[in-house]
């Protein structure tokens, strides 16, 4: 893996995931956001699922901590990310709490993915296409509400595809695979049953047999 080729990566998950927020800008004022709260909630919030999960909250007429409470459970888990990060991003100052900010599911995979002496290419680079096409698209999609079907274009599938794509090549023995087919099992069981979102956290539990079984 090059520095090309990690930017080229970066970018093409930039746009998968801008065809997402192409569906969360509609759906938000949908919901009855304004445009500048949608866009303020993509700008400083900046987590796919936790921004959906509130103004589905919102949409369906709960509270504001009603909503606020299930996007925080949601973000949660870029806490768990954050731990893994910082053992590749040795950040200080400023430029940390910038990284905490970028710190999501694409650009994690990104950086684990990346040799080690190009981690900070691969979270930087992502962040900034990620950011910067979400919100660009969260614009788009807050001023075209009810113009474009996005969930007929199936814009949902996009950002999946991505994130299965980065995470493929992290499975190199038979322990990786059976934590990744259990990790997919736990999640495909939790979705009919669960908030969007919450299946990803709970498809964490297929890692704990294999730490069992290693110590």
């Known amino acids: 893996m090059t520095r090309a080729s990690i930017v080229r990566n970066a970018a093409a998950i930039g746009v998968a995931v801008g065809a997402y927020g192409l569906g969360f800008g509609a759906v938000s004022v949908t919901a009855g956001l304004s445009v500048l709260q949608t866009c303020a909630l993509s700008l400083l919030a900046f987590t796919g699922a936790s921004q959906f999960a509130l103004v589905g909250v919102l949409g369906a ?7 606020m409470a299930g996007a925080l459970l949601l973000g949660s888990r870029n806490t768990l990310y954050a731990v893994r990060l910082a053992e590749l991003l040795p950040l200080r ?6 990284a905490a900010q970028g710190t999501i599911d694409e650009t ?3 950086t684990i993915s990346a040799p080690p002496e190009l981690a900070g290419i691969a979270f930087w680079a992502t962040f ?15 001023l075209g509400a009810g113009v474009v079907d996005t969930n007929a274009l199936g814009l949902d599938a996009a950002v999946g595809a991505a994130f299965l794509a980065l ?6 023995d038979r322990t990786g695979a059976q934590v990744a087919i259990g990790g ?4 495909a069981v939790a979705i009919p049953f669960t908030p969007a979102g ?17 110590r």
Do not use: D, E, F
Not at 184 to 187: F, Q, T
Not at 198 to 214: D, Q
């Open 61 to 67: 007429g709960g509270s504001v901590p009603a909503g």
């Open 93 to 98: 100052g400023p430029r940390k709490h910038l």
């Open 108 to 110: 994690t995979a990104m």
């Open 128 to 142: 900034i296409a990620v950011y910067a096409c979400w919100n660009l698209a969260t614009l788009l999609g807050a």
């Open 167 to 172: 995470l493929a090549p992290q499975i190199h």
């Open 184 to 187: 997919a099992l736990i999640a």
């Open 198 to 214: 919450l299946p990803v956290l709970l498809a964490a539990l297929a890692v704990v047999p294999a730490v069992v079984r290693r």
